[in-house]
Structure formats: structure tokens, C-alpha cells
């Protein structure tokens, strides 16, 4: 551990939602402090930091001095402006690196380099024009759904195709952002795999977990999945060949689809996930010190899981049944401080530990 | 929970070291902001706070403005001056209240009220001089310890005597400060009892933990304790008696010794403990979630413990250990970013799970 950020030091954080907030917590238990870097007024994590800059990613003066205050800078979010990585990165280490978000950041180079690591996806086409779209679509067939390359999250920027004729419209949807075209995976389940990988190259995966979404918004993730041991072995296997293909330090999210025959990557996330969250109750290090520590160079915590934990999220007016969850034994309820209850709003979640 | 404080209010709290910080931290988990008032500089507790007061105790227009800025008030160690908390309490309510303050801010106080209440102590008198030292002495025979009646921690304040020759210089040792001498007690084992009083009354106690001393500094507290069933149901209900009898609101630590035949109570700490800090590792709502639930008038958490645990604290140099620690597997590791390494002083704590 001789490289080992000294403790005292301070993290730079890329955004203040909730997941900077459990990471600005992660930290202080090892010691260190976080500031960060957030555009909008009173983000959930600046209750938690030493420190919060609010300005745009454009600003490129706030955001040397963010680079200059911090020893090392990580990211709750991948979609990051390249000019402002470009700048960040001049001035300090930042961890995962630009790889990492150069293959998560663009549906069509994902893709393309799960492909290449011999990792199976959904088929998928790119999508500039009308012409290519209905080229697509005669290859991969329908329903399908046409996605933005870049920039979506929760279900946005994104419009499912049920038939040939609804291309035009579909296109029209997305305002002429170049786009992919993906076909459906007939699959029994979602798996996902938290992974991470240490500055020294070590890597540990948690237990893989069961999700559900509901309106292409995650609802739960359970642990343990309903998959067998080859399934288990195969998942972390695979989200270990995508952390050293990376050369990835730090903690990833991995969504897999299982089908009767094979597991398929939907998706990589550069950053601690939602469906890691069940981690703060079932595991002694969670994903958020995991990432922490992967970053700051210390040893790879313990993943081992010492419980069954189903977490759920608590969106929008779900956060109202919290005085109920709060009475009920085994529930670990984690509330984001947001102070606005919006339709689709992450608000917090609960783990219960059964 | 009618009364409960909504999310985004704002928890004041007395004090910023490692208890504030952990305080802190688990304030965020239920979407709360803290403010710390702390007279000593770049406190602990600093690093995940929303708002820091960096002022003395005695300055009546910094803590009115604390007062202003907070929704409720707690603390995090007892030793707060009467003049600040008259003030404080004038403005916002203090959680717990005065009365448990007053009884554990004086050990003669302290005394005289677990006797009250039925509960046995170590043998006590008062001391202010050196004829009442004589006197004490006499009755409660050597050896003995002559204790500050305030503002004693980690075994400061306090005076072993082994023989009446030694009165003398025990009492110049303390400075003419109002004292008390206490017996020592026969017992087998230190364990403590972390419970919890909720705004409603309800009471919730974490399953006893047993301690082990180094040089007046908690070293260890293990779960489960090596005591009996009865000893264990016994230990709780005396605690509650405690919560209930102060109208008590928060987590309280309450230590005691488990002698042949009795179980004695050394001292009651209205606050949440070194002693209970395996429950982070152990319960689905740990100590500091406890007191926050308790205080902003949530229902209180599941106490039930799901797992054995070791909580070792790491004391001065103890923090050099942290890389190999951390390379264990099952031990969870919490430092309190603590620039200074001093003899004595508690640097972090690591939990670990068996």
C-alpha cells in the first residue's frame, strides 16, 4: 500500500447526486474528504462534503481550481463533457480512467468493444438517418428499440419500434442525435455484477444480483440471484475481463440479460450502481468504501456476502411509505435528502436483510 | 410519526469529534443536515457536515446563531458548560434532555441517582477535603480511586490510592477540584448495555457487548458477551429503567460490571458510545441511525444483532496497522481522518465480523 493516498486527503467528486453523497460518506470512513463538482444549487452530496464547487463543466477556471483543492478526482456519472475531462485530466489522476468512459459513454463503441472482447450483446445497428434505420430494422427485425448514442439514462432517449412504419416518427423523437438500433434478447432474467478493480490490479466482484425495472427505472435487485454456480462463475468472469481490458480502477456496474443459453451485456457503468446499493447491508465493505479504496490505491476490500438482501428503491411518492418501512425489523432505509418528490425521482432505497 | 422532522431539517450537534462524525454520517442515511458547533478547529465531524461553527462555548452570540440555523439540538459528549446549554435550551430543543445530563455530568450525582432508583454502584463518597478523604477511607477501605466529580474521560481525572499515606497527594493531584472516591468492585467482566428511548417512549436495546480496558482506554468490546441469560435480560431491563426514569431521548451507553452476583453499574454515558460502535458492523441500524431516529422522532430501528463482532480501537500508532488490517478479509475499518497521531488518542476503530 505504499501508494496509498495519505489519509486527510481530499477526492474529488464529478457530480452531487446520491451517489456522490454514499461516496462522500464511503470516504470519511477511510479517513478522507470529498469535494464536489456539481453544476445545480444544493446537490444531495454536498451535506455530506468538505468542500462543493457549483459551476457549469464549461467553466473552465472553477474547474482548475476544483482540480487544484483535490488529489485525485472520480466521477458518480458518465456523462461527463470530453472538454471537461480533457482539462481535469492534465491536472490530476482521474479515476476510472478515460477509457472506461470513452466505451460507457457511447451506446455504438460499447458495443463494438464488448464485441471484440468476445462478449456477447444484443444485436444493434448505427442509426444516423431514415435510410439507416430502415436498413436496420430489416436486418434485426422488430419490436426494437432506437436509443441516443450518448447521454440517456432511467429509460430517456430512448423509443421502442413495434413496427416498420413507426421508423419515421421514431427518428423524429431522438431531434437527429446519431442513434443505435437495438434488438430485444429474449431473456428470463437480468443479472447485474458489481466489480472493482484495484490500482494494483486485484479485482473482486460482488455476489451478482437480480433486478427488476419498472418503467425502465430500477425497482429491485436481489441477492442472491436465481441463476446457477456456471452462471455465477460466468457473470464475474466476464465483468473481470472487462475490468482488465480497462484497465479499469474502481468499481463498475455490469448489467447482464441471462437467456437459456447465454449470458448478454445490455450495459457498463464507469461508477458505483444502483443495484450495488443492497451492499451496505449484506457485505462488511459496501460498493461505495470498494470504490473508494480501489481509487485512493488501498487493498481491495472483503466482497464477500454475509446476508440475503432484497433493496428496493423508493421513487417518487414511494418515499411517503418511509414511516411505515422505518417500523418493520430488517429494513436499512437510506433517504437521499432530496427536498422535491418528483415523478421517476430516485428518493432513496431500503435494503431489507432477511 | 406525526412529529417526525421532516427531511432537510437541520440536527445541531455539541461537539465535533469522531461521534459527531459518525453522527453525522448516519443523519444524511435519513435525508438530514447537520450543523457542528465545535470550539476547536477543522473538528472530525467538519468533513461530512452540511454546516460548521467554529466557536467557544462561552460565546453567546455564535450559539444563539447555532440555535437559529438548527431544528434540534444533540451532543456528543456530555462535559458541555450549564451557561450554554441554558441558552441552547431556551431556543431549541435538547435531545436528550438536561436531566440526563445533569445525572451523568457528576459522578456524585450520578451515584446518588442509580442508588435511588434501585440500582447497585461501586462504594462512594463525596471528598472536597482532606478530612472527608480520611474519612472515606476509612469507610471504604484501599485500594480506591478518587475521581474529579466532572469532566473526567478516558481515565483523566482520576487517582489510584493504594494506601491511606497516599491521601495527600491524591487530593493536591486533582487541584482542589470537588471529588468523590470510589471503591473497586470484584468483578468478573466489563460489559455495556447501548439503549435506546424513542420521542413515543419505546424502548430499544442492542444485545450487551463485553469490554476490555487498557490503561482507562476501551480497547475491545466483543458480541456476544460471556454471560448468562438472565445476566443479559437483566442488564436490559436495567437500562430501560434508566431511559425511562430521565424521560430520556437518544441512544444512552451504560456500563457495568457483572460481579459474582450482581450486576453494577459504573457509569451511564447520555450519548452514543465507543462500546456501541459494533453494532455498524452488526445490525441493520446501527447506534448513530438509532439516535438520530430517536431524536427527529422517527420510530426506532431494529436492534437485533445478526452477527458476532470484534470492535478493536486503534489507539495512537495503532493506525499504522491499517493497511495490513485491511487486507484481512471480514473487518471493516473506520477512521476518523485525524491528521495528528498522538499517544492515546483514538485514530479509528476497526469492526470485525465473524
Not at 478522507?32 to 454536498?46: D, F, M, S, V
Not at 442509426?127 to 432506437?146: C, F, H, K, S
Not at 457485505?283 to 470504490?291: A, I, S, Y
Request: charged residues 20%.
Amino acid at each position: 500500500m505504499s501508494d496509498v493516498l495519505p489519509q486527510g486527503s481530499v477526492i474529488g467528486i464529478l457530480g452531487g447526486g446520491q451517489l456522490g453523497r454514499m461516496l462522500s460518506v464511503a470516504a470519511s470512513r477511510l479517513g478522507y474528504k470529498t469535494h464536489i463538482y456539481e453544476p445545480g444549487a444544493n446537490p444531495p452530496a454536498a451535506d455530506v462534503a468538505h468542500a462543493v464547487t457549483t459551476a457549469p463543466y464549461e467553466d473552465a477556471a472553477a474547474l482548475r481550481a476544483f482540480a487544484g483543492a483535490v488529489d485525485v478526482i472520480t466521477y458518480e456519472f458518465e456523462n461527463i463533457p470530453t472538454s471537461a475531462l480533457d482539462l481535469l485530466e492534465s491536472l490530476k489522476p482521474i479515476r476510472p480512467n478515460r477509457r472506461a468512459l470513452a466505451a460507457s459513454q457511447d451506446r455504438l463503441v460499447e458495443k463494438a468493444f464488448l464485441n471484440d472482447l468476445g462478449l456477447a450483446t444484443a444485436p444493434f445497428a448505427a442509426v444516423d438517418d431514415l435510410e439507416d434505420l430502415r436498413e436496420a430494422l430489416a436486418e434485426i427485425g422488430t419490436p426494437a428499440i432506437l436509443k441516443t448514442r450518448r447521454f440517456g439514462y432511467d429509460g430517456k432517449g430512448q423509443v421502442l419500434i413495434e413496427s416498420t412504419d413507426q421508423a419515421e416518427a421514431a427518428l423524429a423523437e431522438l431531434n437527429g442525435a446519431p442513434a443505435i438500433l437495438e434488438g430485444f434478447v429474449d431473456f428470463f432474467k437480468e443479472i447485474s455484477v458489481i466489480g472493482a478493480r484495484g490500482l494494483d490490479g486485484s479485482i473482486s466482484c460482488y455476489d451478482p444480483g437480480q433486478n427488476k425495472h419498472e418503467g425502465g427505472i430500477l425497482r429491485t435487485t436481489t441477492v442472491p440471484a436465481a441463476i446457477t454456480d456456471m452462471q455465477r462463475t460466468d457473470a464475474v468472469l466476464l465483468a473481470a475481463k472487462i475490468l482488465t481490458k480497462l484497465d479499469y480502477v474502481g468499481v463498475m456496474g455490469v448489467e447482464l440479460f441471462v437467456t437459456r443459453d447465454q449470458l448478454i451485456v445490455n450495459e457498463i457503468a464507469p461508477r458505483v450502481h444502483n443495484t450495488g446499493h443492497w451492499t451496505q447491508a449484506g457485505c462488511t465493505v459496501d460498493q461505495f468504501e470498494q470504490h473508494i479504496r480501489a481509487i485512493t490505491g488501498w487493498t481491495l476490500g472483503d466482497g464477500a456476502r454475509y446476508a440475503d438482501v432484497e433493496m428496493t428503491n423508493l421513487i417518487g411518492e414511494d418515499v411517503e411509505r418511509v414511516p411505515q418501512l422505518a417500523r418493520e425489523s430488517r429494513n436499512q432505509i437510506h433517504l437521499y435528502g432530496k427536498a422535491e418528490v418528483k415523478p421517476g425521482r430516485k428518493m432513496g432505497h431500503v435494503n431489507h436483510v432477511f
